[in-house]
Structures are given as C-alpha cells and as structure tokens.
C-alpha cells in the first residue's frame, strides 16, 4: 500500500511554476496576475483568501485582493468584476464563494470573463471540460486526475465509481476520467444518496473516489483489495481535546490496508486543489486556452 503525498506533489508543483515565472520575466513579461474578491467577514473565506494571496507569492505572481462589505449590492459587484475584466494588468478572477444571500452566485460567476475564470466555474470552461476541449478545470477534479499522473497511476479500462454528484466534484471528475485521455479511459459510476446497491458497486471498483462529505462513509467491507481510493472529504470533527480535525470520506484505519493507492486526509487532495488555482493562472498568462 502507498500513501499518496498530495503535500509532496503540490510543493513539487509550485517549485515547477515558480520556475516557469522566473523564465517569463526573463523573457521582460511582467509576472502572472491573480484578482479575488471578497464579500463579508466569513471566517473560513477570509483564511482560503489569505492562502491563495500567500501560494501567489510564492511561485512569483502578483494578486489582488478586494475586498467588500458584505452588504455591497449586487450591481455594485458587477460593477467591479467589469472593470476587473477589462484590466489588462490581471489575468485571473476569483469570486470567493459562498456569497451574501441577497448576491445570486449564479449571476456573479456568469458576469467574470469566461477566460479569466481560473476557478473553472463559468459555464464555458464547465461546457468546454464536458467536450474535452482545453479549460480551466476546476480545483478538485484537477487536483485528482494530477495526483493520479504523477503516480503513474494506471486508469485505462479500470472501473472507476465517484461517491457525490456535485457540480463542482463528483459530476467533472467522473466525466475527465471518463475522457479518451491519460489519465482517462475508465469506465465511470456515479454514486449519489438514491444509488442503490452502493456497498456491492464500490467493492466492484478498481478506483474510488470518494466525494460525498460524509466522514468515514466507506468502510473496508465496500473496498475491493488492491483499490485505489481518493478521499475528496474534509468534514471538521471536534476532538475530545476541544481541537477541531479533518476527517475524510474513508474510513482511513481500516480501508488503508487492502489499497494499493490511497489519499490521506489532510494532506491527500487538499493541498493539490490549492495547486490548480496556480495552474490555470499561469494558463491565463500565457494565454494558452483562448489565445
Ligand atoms: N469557496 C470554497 N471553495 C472555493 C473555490 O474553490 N473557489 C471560490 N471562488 N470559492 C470557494
């Protein structure tokens, strides 16, 4: 059984992006750009923010971070995301989520400028994943299909089953592993609450991925021996210390022993989804999807 490193792997990605920046500048172009917007005070955005501005300085970019009160209109936002998209100096655009319930998300993501959409959330770069055409892939699913790649990890022919059907996991993974691509070629299940049935399909599969966000779902009797399981979970347990911990999907104790891959929580696919945000703002400033 091997432990899958995502802090390793991450760190060896943010040395090759840092490279990249340095060879960039070189060349006289100014460094990669990344813009968030933060509405409100939510104590875990603030954190997600203050991480992305940090990665950012790490590899050599620049970033902005502006920020709003949370009782900023809607207009006013757009207004803003406007003059975001128009500024030559950024290359990328995050809206922190969740937003203020009187903001529609919907309408926010739709107004950011589909190529500088580095959050991969605009329906253009959704779309363009689902036909297999060159996007910003989305944090999650992009963090996984890496750690699969840099595990040589084979995924041709293999049953794959994806625990959750969200928009932004379970739903762009199981179609990028279903892809004619490497990784890819899997033959894909999606699991959801009204799966029936779900214990004898995961003991069936070859690589699960387990995205559902309920701590400790898969237990060892659903894990075929040999699997490859990739834990997506990050539910916050109190300890009996008071502490607050990470727990995933799997229940790590037991199902570790029958895989031959599998992710630890923390430090499985969180510190890659961190990555990809990086990833698709230097795609941006190279212009390598939209020209
Ligand atoms: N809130 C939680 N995760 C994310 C993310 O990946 N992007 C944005 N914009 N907001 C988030």
Redesign the pocket.
């Known amino acids: 059984m091997q432990i899958i490193d995502g802090k390793k792997i991450a760190g060896e990605i943010k040395t090759e992006i840092a490279n990249e920046v340095k060879s960039i500048i070189a060349k006289g172009h100014r460094a990669p750009c990344l813009a968030a917007i933060l509405v409100g005070n939510d104590p875990a955005?603030e954190t997600?923010v203050n991480s992305k501005e940090k990665d950012c300085h790490e590899v050599g970019f620049t970033s902005k971070i502006f920020r709003f009160d949370e009782k900023i209109t809607g207009k006013e936002l757009l207004k803003k995301i406007e003059e975001i998209n128009t500024d030559d100096s950024i290359d990328g655009l995050?809206?922190?989520?969740p937003l203020p319930k009187h903001i529609s998300e919907s309408n926010i993501l739709l107004a950011i400028d589909y190529k500088k959409d580095v959050?991969g959330f605009h329906p253009q770069n959704v779309g363009r994943l689902m036909l297999g055409l060159p996007t910003y892939v989305s944090?999650t699913p992009d963090g996984i299909v890496e750690l699969l790649a840099r595990y040589n990890i084979e995924t041709s022919g293999k049953n794959c089953v994806v625990i959750g059907r969200s928009n932004i996991v379970g739903r762009p993974v199981a179609n990028l592993l279903s892809q004619r691509a490497t990784p890819g070629d899997c033959t894909v299940t999606i699991c959801h609450s009204r799966t029936k049935n779900i214990k004898e399909i995961c003991a069936s599969a070859d690589i699960i991925i387990a995205a559902l966000g309920v701590a400790e779902f898969l237990k060892a009797d659903m894990v075929k021996e040999g699997a490859v399981v990739i834990d997506v979970g990050t539910t916050r347990t109190k300890m009996e210390s008071g502490k607050y911990k990470l727990t995933g999907d799997v229940k790590f104790d037991e199902v570790a022993p029958k895989c031959s891959y599998i992710t630890p929580v923390p430090g499985g696919v969180g510190p890659m989804t961190r990555i990809s945000l990086l990833k698709n703002t230097l795609k941006a400033a190279k212009k390598e999807i939209y020209g």
């Open positions: 955005s997600y995050i809206v922190q989520l959050d944090a």
